[in-house]
Antibody, heavy 121, light 108 residues
């Protein structure tokens, strides 16, 4: 069955950096676009970033553009999110999520359990 | 940015009842709308995509309808496991994806 497992969350000071990873199994990872979606504590969902199947095309939410970088390693079935210049408003649970298609459809049909990132001094 | 407004914010109902949740877009999203269910401490689950298509494994009591700016999610007969928060999401003007603020469905 499809499984996505995030790791790398933790507590970081404002201005700091963190790298999240998402390990995928149970499907042919290299044939699906992948996303990061986040949820601030007690709040709604916010899409963060998407990456194409070959890793060459990506898009970001305006709120993270220039600070976050999405990447993937298809040989290791791993999705990553490098987060720099973190702000308190980046505090959230970060989910990796699979797109239903090879070309991004921008829906999310499978999700990981999420990893909590807390930005605080 | 397309704003999605869900109503009501909270709904209190009993198992067996029929419920309709609403999602209104600030501009047309044609049929590019999805619904998700989220239970406490869990990831969201895709229920409906393209306004009316049920995702894999979703029970037939869930149905979606609408186009343009007005959409509904209907649960024909509530089961105990359906009490959760429901979010709509549009992909019409990707990559500027947006979600609604959610409707909490609670047991009366």
């Amino acid at each position: 069955q499809v499984q996505l497992e995030e790791s790398g969350g933790g507590v970081v000071q404002p201005g700091g950096s963190l790298r999240l990873s998402c390990g995928a199994s149970g499907f042919t990872f290299r044939t699906y676009a992948m996303h990061w979606v986040r949820q601030a504590p007690g709040k709604g969902l916010e899409w963060v970033a998407v990456i194409s199947v070959d890793g060459k095309d990506f898009h970001y939410a305006d709120s993270v553009k220039g600070r976050f970088t999405i990447s993937r390693d298809n040989s290791k079935n791993t999705l990553s999110l490098q987060m720099n210049s973190l702000r308190t408003e980046d505090t959230a649970v970060y989910f990796c999520a699979r797109d239903p298609g090879t070309a991004a459809h921008y829906y999310f049909d499978y999700w990981g359990h999420g990893t909590l990132v807390t930005v605080s001094s | 940015e397309i704003v999605l407004t869900q109503s009501p914010a909270t709904l209190s109902l009993s198992p067996g009842e029929r419920v309709t949740l609403s999602c209104r877009a600030s501009q047309s999203v044609t049929s590019y709308l999805a619904w998700y269910q989220q239970k406490p401490g869990q990831a969201p689950r895709l229920l409906i995509y393209d306004a009316s298509k049920r995702a894999t494994g979703i029970p037939g009591r869930f149905s979606g309808s609408g186009s343009g700016t007005d959409f509904t999610l209907t649960i024909s007969s509530l089961e105990p496991e359906d009490f959760a928060v429901y979010y709509c999401q549009q992909r019409s003007n990707w990559p500027r994806i947006t979600f609604g603020q959610g409707t909490r469905l609670e047991i009366k």
